[in-house]
């Protein structure tokens, strides 16, 4: 007699035999998803939809409405794409998978590219997904996974894999195409139906799809050419210097030489910030303040320092206002859908307030400025302010390029900062390490220095700061005079130092153990890198210590 056990899936309780697969399970039952489910969270542990079930435990089935699922679904789609281009052009149709891009990810491809060759593209991918092909998991011995991509000319892949010390690694098979990739992946090429690609020009197209943030549709594509220009500075800088993957960079570590590395990299941003302030200094006599926003952790604190510095040096005198010295009294503030206080939303801030005292300080007049006491949840108004002729006006917040504030003042008269780590650094050409990764490993090591947050502490409030991010910063991004990227090229290796230890410390139990896994299978690909040679007026010395700014 077989031997039966419990399953509670999504909440409702079944019976089923031992050894039942989650596939099986989709093909008797409603799921009630949106979109076909892709892998499944088994008591805190995500596992592949082939995998057998032996005992009792609950199940949550997850779509790409999902974190979880969304990246499943995106790794589903480049190796749907990589069959796609094996099958038209054999070996030599070759690409690169680069950055984010409007939702979608931008791909470079190393053949000439037309809008016709695309629509065969996506015609092709659509056969191999309405085909239904199974995508098989493999157990493959990492010398001879080595040896395959030397000899098909995938050496960063082959470089990639010498830095995993696992006797066996996995691949993923779909038809002739083997890959790695960083996640779990789906079963088959039916369950990533929602794609669509666009032409950007003859060696480059978006791949889009429905996002967690948007999930009912996919997005139309918006070209963000402030964003596109300075991922592809980022690009030619590093293809300059030599560091364009992670095993670029690890040969420069173990070959002694990141010291040097840290100093270029380092000098490039400090000139790239004094650019800005030669800008602001052209047009001192027009501008009266100066805006600056961006994502969480992307460094605005340091960087609003280091630039008042530099415009100090011009003759000019910064005063720095904070927006968040603006807020509702606590009574007030708008609460979310599950009852909590809502302090991202522009609401939050008393707008009214801050428009009226701006105007106020840019027409030369006195003005008795708020404090806003966190602990009391109220504005305190201790001292006045009032701007002299080479004062300006310097605000950083979240809402800072939002259009809806300030509107009293003529656009002329503002300059708007956007600043984010866009960073531009591959694993290898078909894995790339992400600009929101990256931004989490920051916050981590920060949270934990300067809060004494633990790694779950930070990852439960991620999901609700991703989500402000997207309403209240993103889409005013393009309206920025300026976009700063504070990602340093050589900073992975030392957020590793820092953050690998704090992420150990997630227990197996908890619902965060899986994000804290998926960070560590990244960072095992890096070399650690130490601190000591990178300075004091560094960004992410806002994020490890040390910081001339901070302490």
Not at 115 to 142: F, G, Q, S, W
Not at 356 to 362: C, D, V
């Amino acid at each position: 007699m077989i031997e039966k056990i419990e399953l509670t899936i999504n909440n409702r309780k079944y019976k089923y035999d031992k050894g039942v697969t989650i596939e099986e399970i989709l093909m008797e039952r409603e799921t009630n998803t949106k979109y076909p489910v892709l892998i499944a969270r088994i008591n805190n542990r995500l596992k592949e939809l082939s995998t057998q079930i032996k005992q009792s435990c609950e199940i949550e089935l997850l779509d790409l409405t999902t974190p979880e699922g969304n990246r499943v679904h995106i790794n589903g789609l480049i190796l749907i794409l990589l069959y796609a281009l094996n099958i038209l052009y054999d070996n030599n149709g070759k690409i690169t998978v680069e950055h984010s891009l409007d939702k979608g990810i931008y791909i470079k491809t190393k053949f000439k590219l037309t809008e016709e060759k695309l629509k065969k593209i996506k015609e092709v991918m659509k056969e191999i997904i309405n085909k239904d092909l199974p995508i098989t998991k493999l157990a493959i011995d990492r010398l001879e996974a080595m040896k395959y991509y030397e000899e098909i000319d995938e050496k960063t892949k082959a470089g990639v894999l010498k830095y995993n010390t696992d006797n066996y690694i996995t691949l993923y098979r779909l038809g002739n195409v083997y890959d790695y990739f960083y996640s779990l992946m789906p079963t088959s090429t039916k369950k990533v139906k929602d794609f669509d690609l666009t032409y950007l020009n003859e060696n480059s197209f978006v791949l889009r799809f429905p996002t967690v943030f948007i999930n009912d549709r996919i997005k139309k594509y918006e070209h963000h050419q402030h964003m596109f220009d300075v991922f592809a500075e980022y690009k030619e800088w590093a293809n300059l210097i030599g560091v364009s993957n992670s095993v670029d960079l690890n040969r420069v570590v173990s070959t002694g030489k990141v010291s040097d590395l840290i100093k270029i990299d380092e000098t490039l941003q400090s000139n790239r910030l004094l650019k800005v302030a030669k800008e602001i200094n052209r047009k001192k006599s027009n501008i009266k303040v100066i805006l600056m926003a961006g994502p969480s952790s992307s460094g605005k604190t340091t960087t609003s320092r280091k630039l008042c510095m530099y415009l100090k040096s011009f003759g000019l005198h910064p005063i720095a206002v904070g927006m968040d010295d603006y807020f509702v009294e606590r009574e007030d503030t708008p609460k979310d859908e599950n009852g909590n206080y809502d302090f991202e939303c522009l609401e939050a801030i008393d707008i009214k307030l801050f428009d009226k005292q701006i105007s106020k300080l840019l027409a030369g007049e006195e003005v008795l400025v708020p404090t806003y006491n966190f602990g009391l949840g109220k504005k305190e108004y201790n001292h006045t302010m009032k701007l002299e002729k080479n004062d300006v006006l310097i605000i950083e917040g979240i809402h800072a390029l939002d259009t809806k504030i300030l509107m009293n003042i003529p656009r002329e008269k503002k300059f708007k900062i956007y600043i984010s780590p866009l960073t531009g650094l591959l694993m290898d050409a078909h894995n790339r390490f992400s600009t929101t990764d990256n931004r989490l490993l920051r916050r981590i090591v920060r949270d934990n220095r300067t809060r004494n947050y633990k790694v779950e502490d930070t990852l439960k409030q991620w999901a609700s700061v991703r989500e402000g991010e997207e309403k209240y910063i993103f889409p005013f991004q393009d309206d920025a005079d300026e976009t700063i990227n504070s990602a340093a090229i050589y900073e992975i290796g030392v957020l590793k130092t820092y953050v690998e230890p704090l992420l150990y410390s997630v227990d197996n139990n908890s619902i965060y153990y899986e994000e804290a896994k998926r960070l560590i299978n990244f960072l095992r690909l890096f070399l650690p890198i130490p601190s000591e040679a990178i300075p004091e007026d560094a960004v992410i010395r806002e994020f490890i210590g040390g910081s001339y700014f901070h302490e």
